[in-house]
């Protein structure tokens, strides 16, 4: 069946950096657009960054432009997150998230917790 | 702070119809589309209305979306207990190239 799981969160002191990975299956990975979306403890869903099948058109989320980098690998079916220069206010659980078309996320991954803490 | 203002908090008996407005601008909902999601306790959350007004396959015809101008809404008739969740919309702004999530609104059935 369609499926994403995100693997790579943890704990990271501020000022490091974190790779978050996501493995996709049950679907043409190629074909669609992928998303990180994000949700701090007891808040609200954050989009973070965005990315086309062919990786010809990324986007980001004013709050991490520059300290983060999406990416893929279509013959690994992967998509994943480069987080640089980590702070305090990027805690939060991290999902794998599959767009079908411009920005209906129909498919969500579990989430990886990431903590940025001294 | 969202650019797309939901109430925080909305309830309900069970039976009844609710209504969880969306209100944004003409850069975001006022040139595009809107999508609705849900978000039960401990879990990720699940696309509930794409396309303004359009539900994935699986998703009950008690819900139902619209739009209008700069503002969208979601409404829930025959509320039964299990629809106790946080609720999100989000639209794709053309200002920020980016995409917008409301702030959440979550349910209570009472």
């Known amino acids: 069946q369609v499926r994403l799981v995100e693997s790579g969160g943890g704990l990271v002191k501020p000022g490091g950096s974190l790779r978050l990975s996501c493995a996709a299956s049950?679907?043409?990975?190629?074909?669609?657009?992928m998303s990180w979306i994000r949700q701090a403890p007891g808040k609200g869903l954050e989009w973070v960054s965005y990315?086309?099948?062919?990786?010809?058109?990324?986007y980001y989320a004013d709050s991490v432009k520059g300290r983060f980098t999406i990416s893929r690998d279509n013959a690994k079916n992967s998509l994943y997150l480069q987080m640089n220069s980590l702070r305090a206010e990027d805690t939060a659980v991290y999902y794998c998230?599959?767009?079908?078309?411009?920005?209906?996320?129909?498919?969500w991954g579990q989430g990886t917790m990431v903590t940025v803490s001294s | 702070q969202s650019v797309l203002t939901q109430p925080p908090s909305a309830s309900g008996t069970p039976g009844q119809r609710v209504t969880i407005s969306c209100s944004g601008s003409?850069?975001?909902?006022?040139?595009?589309?809107v999508n609705w999601y849900q978000q039960l306790p401990g879990t990720a959350p699940k696309l509930l209305i794409y396309?303004?007004?359009q539900r994935p396959s699986g998703v009950p015809d008690r819900f139902s979306g619209s739009r209008s101008g700069t503002s969208a809404s979601l409404a829930i008739s025959g509320l039964q207990s299990e629809d106790e969740a946080d609720y999100y919309c989000?639209?794709?702004?053309?200002?920020?190239?980016?995409?917008?999530f409301g702030g959440g609104t979550k349910l209570t059935v009472l």
């Open positions: 998230v599959r767009a079908s078309g411009m920005d209906a996320f129909d498919i």
């Open positions: 049950g679907f043409t990975f190629s074909d669609y657009f």
């Open positions: 990315i086309s099948g062919s990786a010809n058109t990324i």
């Open positions: 003409s850069s975001n909902i006022g040139s595009n589309t």
């Open positions: 396309t303004n007004n």
């Open positions: 989000t639209a794709w702004d053309d200002s920020l190239n980016g995409v917008l």
